[in-house]
């Protein structure tokens, strides 16, 4: 059985085990704030991650790839600063090159965002323009990728 994520809670510190759910979105155990949504996803993970009540941002990368590592401090922030409206789900097309090809993955990193059973997509730091025009979504989102 795989380790379930944690996460530092940005209102008072604690660390927190992050659960996968499609419901609903992961609150601190003790001051019960929204936390920030990251997870790795493998490719027997991947279509369960991408259930959720919330829009799920997936981050293609890989760890070899540097733009990949300039981005993830600004899809991490993106997290942070939309703790309990997003989930961020972070999958490595190096380990799952079957799930990279069923969506079209040719050029990392990639960030789709799936809504409402649609997706949009933008290669690396265009991602804010993407973001930006998820219809009707939280402005904070467009505003927190501008630092990309």
Known sequence: MAAKPTTRCPNCG???????????VPRCGKCKEPLPWVVDATR???AAELR?????????WA?????????????????EDLAGKLKVVKL???TAPAIADEHGVQGIPLLVLFR???????????GSRLLSCANGFDSALVA???RA
């Open 52 to 60: 959720a009540s919330v829009p799920v941002l997936v981050d293609f």
């Open 14 to 24: 604690t660390l927190n085990r992050i659960a996968s759910q499609a419901e609903g």
């Open 44 to 46: 027997d993970t991947f």
């Open 92 to 94: 490595d097309i190096d």
């Open 144 to 146: 927190a990728t501008a």
């Open 116 to 126: 409402d059973g649609g997706e949009g997509r933008a290669p690396g730091r265009r």
């Open 63 to 79: 760890p070899w790839c540097g733009p990949c590592r300039m981005v993830s401090p600004a899809v991490a922030a993106v997290a």
